[in-house]
């Protein structure tokens, strides 16, 4: 196979704080962490079967994202500026995340974790993409807005931590823990990972609350694109490896076909 050039990519200063180095590794080393989280989630759906540490029935309710008034300002732009495929992406990376989180009894900040889910994707957006890394332009866009309306200093540096790292594999898992519980959310949404770590019943009500609809087949198509105009990004790396495929394969239920909220 032939070797494909990686120019530099052009990693700007982003707003409020230098941003996060999104694509700091190479194909291979990338390829044995995602062999990492297959195996790992393997092992604690092992773990499960043989009784150990099995997940409690989570509720909608249970999950319901933070009532504050930043987190309904953010619900009602994202919902204007973001595509509904994107959008229901990320309110479902929160409530899996959130799942987790409880699973494992861990402290964090639910209404970060909320904003950097729901808004993680903004630039595979359009009218976001600037030219640069994908995770580099949501990030920046979420982090204009919220700034403005009030979220600062360390919660803002963790926001954009979340949305930066939310698909680095090789990086997140060693983060902050709201960097960790979004990684977890996100993708257990594109590709199934963790999903042992929830009721069978909290999956399925939350799949039927935000139905994955076309996501198996449109998704991968986002990604394509921002592969083939971006080689040198670490999306691209990861379209290498069969991204697309994987998430046209992911074990999770796409939901009901309709919803009424």
């Known amino acids: 196979m032939s070797k494909i ?3 530099e990519s052009p990693q700007a200063t982003g707003l409020h704080g230098a941003g ?3 694509a700091p590794a190479g194909t291979a080393w990338l ?3 995602l062999v990492r989280l297959e195996l790992e989630s393997r092992c604690r759906a092992l773990v499960r079967a043989l009784g150990i540490r099995r ?8 999950l319901a994202p933070p009532e504050t008034p930043l987190s309904r300002e953010a619900t009602e732009w994202g919902s ?15 409530l899996f995340a959130d799942a987790i989180g409880r699973h494992y009894g861990w402290t964090y900040d639910r209404e970060v974790l909320y904003l950097a889910c729901l808004l993680h994707d903004l630039g595979l957006a359009p009218r976001f993409d600037t030219g640069t890394a994908f995770e580099r332009d949501g990030a920046d866009a979420a982090v204009e807005f919220l700034a403005a309306r009030g979220l600062s200093g360390g919660r803002l540096r963790l926001l954009r931590e979340v949305i930066e790292l939310h ?14 519980l979004g990684h977890f959310g996100i993708g257990l949404d594109v590709l199934g990972v963790h999903r042992e770590d929830l009721h069978r019943d909290t999956l399925t009500a939350i ?13 991968p198509r986002v990604i394509k694109d921002q ?10 790396r990861l379209d290498r490896l069969g991204l697309g495929s994987r998430i046209a394969a992911a074990p999770v239920p796409d939901g009901v076909p309709s919803r009424s909220n």
Do not use: M, N, Q, Y
Request: glycine share 4%.
């Open 31 to 33: 390829a044995l962490h």
């Open 80 to 94: 204007e500026v973001c595509p509904p495929l994107l959008l229901d992406h990320g309110r479902r990376g929160f």
């Open 20 to 22: 996060v180095d999104v």
């Open 55 to 62: 997940p409690a029935r989570l509720t909608l309710a249970d």
């Open 167 to 180: 698909d680095a594999p090789h990086r997140a898992h060693r983060a902050s823990l709201e960097t960790r």
């Open 207 to 219: 799949v039927d609350a935000w139905p994955r609809g076309d996501f198996r087949r449109e998704f």
């Open 227 to 236: 592969a083939e105009r971006k080689p040198w990004s670490h999306i691209a």
């Open 5 to 7: 050039a990686v120019p």
